[in-house]
């Protein structure tokens, strides 16, 4: 979405600045909210991969701001097979552990992602987009 549209991501770092969240680990929080969000879809629905593929980014969304961030929490695998993996949950749990500010960056970077969620599914070519659409977007942008 950032390539077609790049005042988006100017936007969004401007944000992040004035939030006083550096760039890099503000879009890898994004990153990781985003993907908690889409485990909390999928643990809550019994879904398979093949389920989740077809989840509409609609839903992910949705999940980003109707789950409280220790929500997110539940269910994750430790350890993690991936190591950078397991060290951004644990960033992100002890940002829910801390409160105050931290919790406060977590709402604002939900916020951002649900924005950009819904933007990315009403633009979308197709209607009602999925998971599997975005990533197969992305894996074909990255060729």
Not at 87 to 110: E, I, M, P, T
Request: proline share 4%; charged share 30%; with cysteine.
């Amino acid at each position: 979405m950032d390539h077609q549209e790049p005042w988006r991501q100017d936007r969004r770092r401007e944000n992040l600045r004035a939030w006083e969240i550096g760039t890099a680990a503000g879009e890898r929080t994004i990153e990781i909210i985003a993907a908690l969000a889409v485990h909390a879809v999928a643990l809550d629905d019994s879904l398979s991969a093949e389920e989740i593929d077809a989840l509409p980014l609609k839903v992910v969304a949705d999940t980003v701001t109707g789950k409280r961030d220790y929500e997110l929490l539940a269910g994750l695998p430790d350890p993690f097979t991936d190591e950078r993996d397991g060290h951004a949950v644990s960033v992100f749990r002890l940002c829910v552990y801390r409160g105050g500010q931290y919790s406060l960056q977590l709402v604002r970077l939900g916020r951002e992602l649900h924005h950009a969620l819904i933007v990315l599914a009403e633009r979308a070519p197709i209607r009602s987009p999925t998971c599997g659409d975005v990533f197969r977007r992305a894996s074909a942008e990255l060729s």
